[in-house]
């Protein structure tokens, strides 16, 4: 089984629509990050969480939340999506004292129409 | 703040070519440097890392030496092959006490038979 999983896969919406991706993970890492590829543009981090009660605005979090329901859970909202927000989105763990070694889950492919 | 360069692609080879990716970094202090692979369809995995000066990180056939005096970390393989068509990633970490990674943008490999 995948140590870190993501649902739902692929996704398409329209503007407006509330979406949330989730995220689990069997790796008991402390530390979980979203992040959102664009092509050209790489990897841009958006919310990242170093334990439960911690949650930190990275890179680009206009237009998204998240919540951290457990060690093992972090899920990114989109409140109201638009079309620049269609990605793909890579969640991912880290454990501390690993040199923030980075493990992802496959990605979530977001269409917003 | 941090930064990390790397060529633009696509990178186009023939099969047992050899293969240099440049990637050159900015940071604070001694960060750890990465190359992460991104098949088509999947999740970023880590290829290698290094986690000091002169230290040279090595799997798959891949290798790359942290250069701080260039503030380089090239990879490079002596013969690739069409598996290794992928996207690739150089990534730093822990610079200036800092554990959230800056991702370079990425850059494509294709093989030809």
């Known amino acids: 089984d995948a140590d870190v999983t993501q649902t739902p896969r692929n996704r398409i919406t329209k503007t407006g629509k509330r979406i949330m991706l989730e995220c689990s993970q069997t790796?008991?890492?402390?530390?979980m990050y979203w992040y959102r590829q664009d092509p050209g543009l790489g990897l841009r981090l958006i919310y990242y969480?170093?334990?439960?009660?911690?949650?930190n605005k990275g890179e680009i979090s206009d237009g998204y939340s998240v919540s951290r329901q457990a060690q093992a859970k972090f899920s990114l909202s989109l409140e109201s999506a638009i079309p620049n927000q269609t990605a793909l989105y890579f969640c991912?763990?880290?454990?501390?004292?690993?040199?923030?070694?980075?493990?992802f889950g496959p990605g979530t492919r977001l269409t917003v129409l | 703040g941090d930064s990390v360069t790397q060529m633009e692609g696509p990178v186009t080879l023939s099969e047992e070519a050899f293969l240099t990716i440049n990637c050159t970094y900015t940071?604070?202090?001694?960060?750890?440097l990465f190359w992460y692979v991104q098949y088509p369809g999947e999740g970023l995995q880590l290829l290698l890392k290094a986690t000091k000066a002169d230290d040279k990180g090595s799997n798959k056939g891949f290798e790359a030496t942290y250069r701080k005096e260039t503030t380089s970390f090239h990879l490079e393989k002596g013969s690739v092959q069409v598996s290794d068509s992928a996207v690739y990633f150089c990534a730093l970490s822990g610079s200036g006490g800092s554990y959230i990674p800056t991702f370079g943008r990425g850059t494509s490999l294709i093989v030809h038979p």
């Open positions: 790796k008991g890492h402390d530390r």
């Open positions: 940071a604070t202090g001694y960060p750890s």
């Open positions: 991912a763990t880290s454990a501390e004292g690993s040199y923030n070694e980075q493990f």
């Open positions: 969480s170093f334990d439960v009660k911690d949650i």
